[in-house]
């Protein structure tokens, strides 16, 4: 199989979202935040969909992506075998119709408030964890990952994230931060150069799950 790197179009959104929402069906947040194991697979390609819109397809256009993709099949038919994409560090708050055309402000309604209130909880924390590591500086941010079950342990994943660095994190003279929340990730990370620089829990009741912080500086 011939693979090509590119930036996803709209069209290719909910290819990435059946691929995202596999890949992170049981990453411990997502199990905090959608508990109904029945349900969860199904909130999350709508979630992560609307969050590639949100990121990728606004005004403000706040992130940049990169998906391998096999070669010469057009937008919308192409399977996404490995994606991530990040938020630029001079990336701006979204207004109000930026989550209106996303889905974003039906998210109450369509996943009901207990579930919405997690969410936020998780979304709260995590940019709480950002803003003490970080401070007034600003930082690439990697807002996911994934990599198709077929191509896992290939080492495409590393690749992947390497060219990114490479290619772009390196040259903009800006640090880059990410967050998981499982330990084997952890060690992933640290491989390609990132560092732990917290380790906290998040969320209350038997639920709550343990999320690390890492960064990889210019040095």
Known sequence: MTLNTIELMPQDYSHAAILLAESFYDNPSHIYIFPDSSTRLKHLQWGLKANLQLNLNSAKYIGKSFALVEANQPPGMREIQAMAFWNYPESRSL???????????????????????????????????KQTVLGENKAWCLNNMAVTKKLRG????????HQQI??????????????????????????????????????????????????????
């Open 95 to 129: 207004g109000f119709v930026s989550k209106l055309k996303s889905g974003w402000l039906t998210m109450p309604f369509r996943f009901g408030v207990d579930t919405y209130h997690r969410l936020m909880e998780v979304i709260n924390n995590m940019d709480e964890i």
């Open 154 to 161: 290939t080492g495409i994943g590393t690749k992947l994230l």
């Open 166 to 219: 490479q290619t772009v994190i390196l040259p903009s003279n800006f640090p880059a931060i990410l967050m998981t929340q499982k330990e084997i990730n952890v060690n992933f990370y640290q491989k390609i150069g990132f560092k732990v620089v917290q380790e906290s829990k998040i969320g209350t009741g038997k639920s709550a799950f343990t999320n690390w912080c890492l960064l990889l500086t210019q040095s």
